[in-house]
């Protein structure tokens, strides 16, 4: 038996507030919220701890795929 795309694993990125003016990120475990990897430093805003959970996943070897924010976008960009 060969491994499906709907048996991957799949990972989300927690963004936190971490005080009242920094930020800290998570990279879970979609299906149990398990921690696998967290930010090892705060940031200054939201976008920063974006980018450095993304440089991180992509060296963990886990894909980052984000849905769109444009209202009435869809995957495919229509």
Do not use: C, Q
């Not at 694993?9 to 927690?14: A, L, P, S």
Request: proline fraction near 3%; glycine fraction near 6%; hydrophobic fraction near 45%.
């Amino acid at each position: 038996m060969g491994s499906s795309p709907a048996s991957e694993t799949r990972y989300i990125v927690w963004i936190s507030r971490s005080g009242t003016d920094a930020f800290e990120w998570e990279i879970r475990r979609e299906a149990d919220l398990v921690v696998v990897h967290r930010s090892t430093r705060l940031f200054a805003t939201r976008i920063e701890a974006i980018f450095d959970s993304a440089r991180t996943a992509a060296t963990l070897n886990i894909a980052v795929i984000m849905p769109s924010a444009v209202e009435g976008e869809n995957a495919k960009g229509d």
